[in-house]
């Protein structure tokens, strides 16, 4: 069941960089808890609230993209570290970000989706280790 939740969430973010919402929402469960406290503290609850706040990130970008570099199988948890390129749109600054995800599912479905500043961070929050 583990490598299947490995395949729920990288198929996950191939859609959302793609731009098929749709299929990127189809690997969330209705009620999806959303945490991002690196970005604003946001916690977010159901699908709509979870995509208005990500979008909210998104938009605040120009040349934005998202990529993951690894994800690692924790069972139910799975850790992925992403790379998000781009540049301010109020700032016109280029940024490089290495962002950590642990995606929590059951029934091969994402129930919480939690955003960390390292990879570090986010193995401890799965119970892993480096």
């Known amino acids: 069941m583990s490598q ?3 395949e729920v969430v990288r198929q996950m973010f191939k859609a959302w960089s793609s731009g098929d919402r749709d299929a990127a929402r189809a690997a969330f469960d209705e009620n999806v ?7 604003d503290a946001t916690v977010s609850y159901g699908v709509p609230d979870a995509e ?6 998104r938009r605040s970008w120009e040349d934005y993209s998202v990529e993951v570099e690894e994800l690692i199988d924790g069972g ?3 850790v992925a570290i992403s790379r998000q390129r781009g540049r301010g749109k109020a ?4 940024v490089d970000l290495i962002s950590a995800f642990v ?3 059951r ?3 994402i ?3 939690e955003v960390f500043e390292t990879k570090g961070q986010a193995l401890e929050a799965a119970g892993l280790s480096e």
Not at 33 to 39: A, E, L
Not at 52 to 57: I, L, Q, S, T, Y
């Open 33 to 39: 808890v959303f945490i991002m406290p690196p970005i």
């Open 103 to 105: 995606c929590t599912l």
């Open 91 to 94: 700032s016109g600054t280029e």
């Open 111 to 113: 129930i919480r989706a």
């Open 76 to 78: 139910e948890h799975v």
């Open 107 to 109: 029934a091969s479905k």
């Open 4 to 6: 299947e939740n490995v």
């Open 52 to 57: 208005r706040a990500v979008e909210a990130w």
